[in-house]
């Protein structure tokens, strides 16, 4: 199991995103990665299935201390008033008295400090332990660490994607990227380097690509499945490690 290091916690750097799945469904496919070793869940208020993660938890047996779960807050909702309620509502929906990280899930019309000052008094009294944003460039990241400490940024990257500036802003804040959409919808599958590459170390495209962000400093991985054979070859990648030379060949599809 791989993991990053932030303000001082450690965090598991291969999670489940939980997008579009949903009911009963997404309960078993909860309930069966962590029965298969996943240790960080990431859902949303906006995906509708919060009470499903819940019982997929409850159902797993795995104390739930042992589990790093987030989850965000919509764009709509990000007034004081709002931000409190949607909170009380995921922990109700997830059945758990706290959240490891809480996001604000993209940026929207309320002032900054006002929501984030509220996510300040959800941690000050122990409902969340980090607040963390979803989808902020750069600049918007040192305007929202004015208001408080950030402890992720999750955004789409994948091999295909330059977040360079993010990445490099990540290590000075110490702050966790998260890569959602890692696998480029698939499209990861196909890609003659990384089937190159994989054939070096008897893995697959999705795999060399899931090495390749986890390998890389404060970054963590989200990507969803739904077969017990998926969970488990996405977790299936820490008995290797790309070369500086690899790791550059996948830098450069992004360019």
Known sequence: MEFQTIKGESVTSLG??????????????????LSVGYRHIDTAEMYGNEEYVGEGIE??????GDIFLATKVWSNHLSHKDVLRVA???????????????????????????????????KEAGKIKHIGVSNFS????????E???????????????????????????????TAYSPIAKGRVAKDPTLEEIG?????????????????????AAIPKASS????????????????????GRVYALAR
């Not at 750069?138 to 929202?144: G, H, I, N, P, Q």
Request: aromatic share 6%; with cysteine.
């Open 147 to 177: 208001h408080a400490e950030i402890s992720c940024n999750q955004v789409p990257y994948s091999p295909y994607d330059d977040q360079s500036e993010l990445l490099e802003q990540a290590g000075k804040m110490d702050y966790l990227l």
């Open 88 to 122: 009380d509502d995921s922990l109700r929906k997830l059945d758990t008295e706290y959240l490891d990280l809480f996001m604000i899930h993209w940026p929207g019309s309320t002032p900054l400090g006002e929501t984030l000052g509220a996510m300040g008094e959800l």
């Open 59 to 64: 159902k797993s047996g795995v104390d739930r």
């Open 199 to 219: 054939k070096n170390h008897g893995k697959t495209p999705v795999q060399i690509t899931l090495r390749w962000l986890v390998q890389q400093n404060k970054v």
């Open 16 to 33: 489940l995103g939980t997008w579009r799945l949903s009911g009963e469904e997404c309960a078993g496919i909860v309930e069966n990665a």
């Open 138 to 145: 750069a600049s918007l990241m040192e305007k929202a660490s």
């Open 228 to 247: 017990e054979e998926r969970l488990k070859a996405n977790l299936d990648i820490s008995d290797f490690e790309l070369s500086e030379e690899e790791m």
